[in-house]
């Protein structure tokens, strides 16, 4: 069952304008997440899903593998659903988020193994524990809500920015130490099957996922099936220049 890596890569970016063709380190943020997720084993090979010719240039100067996609695509997920046209002998696409230079290359072949797993789920995820109060109650963390989850993970029911499960009884502290978790902090890597994307690129936004600006939701809604595998913990992503600063700093130490 072959295998694809695609970085979805929009110029435009809000809160970090161009925050791709950063540099730190004499690299591209988008070069050190191509780099990083160049040392996963699972996936038959990675390209670069752009929307600017800059961003194509910067991709062939790293030598890397660039796709032109149209920059009216609604969510990264549309975008590997115009590459995947372009690639039928591929049956599962993994997406990697191209702000995130520290991605763990074992959580790409995690996501890909639990996918080829699950001859049943549409797509595969992953999600860490949250034993933090503040990022419970942060809306920039994800949650995901499970069914049947085990401490190595379960099937996604729902997700949100908000706090969920919520506690009635208030004991959110002790339920943070509970083990199997109970609450799970999203994370942005996906696998999704051929005929998933073909699915999801054809359906408008649905209500919740407009709602919560999570397109997770269009599948939750539609009833497909998400599998969760867990890993220990986030790599941090680039969102802010804050985020920019610390891997600069971590890049020169």
């Not at 099936?225 to 790599?235: K, L, Q, T």
């Amino acid at each position: 069952m072959r295998s694809r890596i695609v970085i979805p890569a929009r110029l435009a970016s809000s809160r970090l304008p161009e925050k791709l063709l950063r540099k730190a380190g004499g690299k591209s943020v988008l070069q050190h997440t191509y780099e990083s997720a160049m040392r996963s084993t699972m996936c038959d090979g990675i390209v670069v899903a752009v929307d600017d010719a800059r961003l194509a240039d910067e991709v062939a100067a790293f030598g890397g593998n660039a796709i032109m996609t149209r920059q009216s695509c609604p969510s990264g997920t549309d975008r590997i659903a115009e590459v995947a046209q372009q690639m039928p002998d591929v049956q599962i696409f993994v997406n990697v988020q191209g702000d995130e230079p520290e991605i763990d290359p074992a959580a790409i072949d995690l996501v890909t193994k639990t996918l080829v797993e699950h001859p049943d789920a549409s797509m595969a995820t992953v999600a860490a524990p949250i034993r933090d109060q503040h990022l419970l109650a942060d809306p920039s963390c994800v949650k995901i809500v499970m069914g049947a989850s085990s401490s190595e993970g379960g099937r996604a029911i729902y997700f949100s920015r908000s706090e969920v499960p919520m506690s009635r009884d208030g004991d959110v502290e002790k339920l943070l130490h509970r083990d199997p978790p109970i609450y799970w902090h999203h994370l942005g890597l996906y696998a999704y099957r051929r005929e998933f994307l073909q699915w999801f690129a054809s359906q408008s936004p649905s209500p919740l996922e407009q709602v919560e600006r999570l397109e997770q939701l269009r599948a939750i809604e539609a009833g497909k099936e998400i599998v969760v595998a867990r890993v220990d913990s986030a790599a941090p992503g680039i969102d802010t220049q804050e985020d920019f600063d610390r891997f600069v700093a971590s890049i020169e130490s």
